[in-house]
């Protein structure tokens, strides 16, 4: 599926399930790296602003629209960005078909505590999970040698990265290459969430693409990302009037 263009980047028009499937597939195949990438209102602008994160992003072998500020740009601008999808939902679905199919998967980033919190909690909801390793983000430079000749001894077929973003866009972009891993995705909080660490919003909040509220009221610190909404919609309004 080629992807669509959003003020100069792409993104894929998918479903929840179309990503999931096309990523099982590059599995299954053991494809060079799929590298996915979770587009939300916040990297979307700070792309804008940054030549070299654009780059990354125009890189990535799929890209996913994930947050209510690039649905909304998309509807302005007429791209073909219907439904959100969360990476959070990807990252979990990945892990649930993983475990059917005998798959395995490395989680690394988050603090210390974090990843392996999260593996426990994915072999008891998914019987099959195979973990091939974990590491905390928490890295500096001087351990980057060793993280990386952890995940290639494991050979995981999954590589789930929470380092925050954009640093593990530009992370994974810089070594997927390198590591031999079929799929490797940024997943930012998402850790936490499969950890139990963070709750995400009622199922209708979801629905309503009101789950940034709810993130915002449990997580003032979030503000930072979602004050990035309504400059994106004033960008999107003035690509708007300029194709008039």
Do not use: K
Request: hydrophobic share 50%; net charge positive.
């Amino acid at each position: 599926m080629r992807p669509a263009v959003l003020l100069g980047l792409p993104v894929h028009p998918v479903t929840l399930e179309e990503a999931v499937q096309r990523l099982l597939r590059a599995v299954a195949a053991r494809s060079a790296p799929v590298h996915v990438v979770s587009l939300n209102g916040a990297l979307v602008m700070q792309a804008l602003r940054e030549p070299d994160l654009a780059a990354v992003i125009r890189a990535a072998g799929l890209v996913i629209p994930d947050g209510v500020g690039t649905v909304l740009a998309g509807r302005i601008l007429d791209v073909p960005v219907r439904r959100r999808v969360a990476g959070v939902d990807v990252a979990e679905a990945l892990c649930r078909e993983a475990a059917r199919h005998g798959y395995r998967v490395y989680l690394l980033g988050a603090a210390p505590g974090v990843a392996e919190a999260a593996a426990s909690r994915l072999r008891e909801r998914y019987p099959g999970f195979v973990v091939a390793g974990t590491d905390h983000g928490y890295f500096g430079p001087e351990d980057e040698a060793a993280v990386l000749a952890r995940i290639r001894a494991a050979r995981p077929d999954i590589l789930l990265v929470a380092l925050g973003a954009p640093r593990q866009e530009r992370w994974l972009h810089r070594h997927a290459p390198a590591l031999g891993v079929p799929v490797v995705m940024g997943v930012g909080g998402t850790l936490d969430v499969l950890a139990g660490r963070v709750r995400r919003a009622p199922r209708w909040m979801q629905a309503l693409g009101l789950e940034w509220l709810y993130r915002l009221v449990r997580e003032p610190w979030r503000w930072s990302v979602v004050r990035t909404i309504p400059p994106l919609f004033v960008v999107a309004l003035r690509e708007r009037v300029r194709r008039l």
